[in-house]
């Protein structure tokens, strides 16, 4: 009876959780990217949303391949830039000894206490003043912001022989942080040659006329990278979280 009512629990939150994926599947098959559709699967499906996204042919697409490039060029740069200041702070307050260094990671937890979205706007306010404006670098610097104490709080349960596979979690994370991050890119990124795809395909909902078809054609074949990263690494991810979590 148990394996029966378990069974069935992980049916429905199978079907619940596959529902949206095959939404967008099934619109971005649709040549007339009809969103209302009451259809379970379009009469006449076809790749052709897909071919316009990767060959640039819409007018709201043709920076498209520019735009992921800015993706992976942030999601790079916050990974790298989280696990090496991560990493290091890590290792002075855990093999130095520091007095009283538990408050440096505890201080930097507290920034989990406010709301990204309250900090949007004084974040704006300094990019403005350095003149980061519009400046993929400026996403990036509040994303390692947000992702570097989960890195200081992880490695220095670890910090006298950090294992390997806490980078890897570490490292998914930020990497994860700033490739769907959408807030901080919307706020900071506002040329078609600098935003990023998140920011890019909300420009859809402002036209005339939505293709919802392409719409979804680009979030398919956005979400591929992180949705490989998370797969190739989600064993090294599990391993050092649960370390991470044992060891305190």
Known sequence: MKEAVALAFAVVLLVWTLTPIYNMVMVSLDSKGDVFSNDIWPPHPSLDSFWIV?????WYLQYFWQQFGNSIYIGAATTFLTLLIGSLASFSIGRMRLKHGW???????LTYA????????????????????NNLWSVIFAEVTFATPYAIFIFQQYAVSIPIELDDAVGTYAL???????????????????????VALAQFLNS????WNYMMATAIIYAIPP????YAFRRRMTAGLTMGGVKG
């Open 54 to 58: 990767l060959s640039e042919g819409y």
């Open 103 to 109: 408050l440096v990671s505890n201080a930097a937890l």
């Open 114 to 133: 406010i709301p990204a979205s309250f900090l949007a706007i004084p974040f704006y306010s300094i990019m403005l003043k350095y003149g980061l404006a």
């Open 176 to 198: 994860l942080l700033a490739w769907n991050e959408y807030l901080y890119q919307f706020m900071l990124l506002s040329s078609q040659q600098s935003m990023t795809v998140p």
């Open 208 to 211: 005339d006329e939505a293709p």
């Open 227 to 230: 949705v490989a990263i998370y």
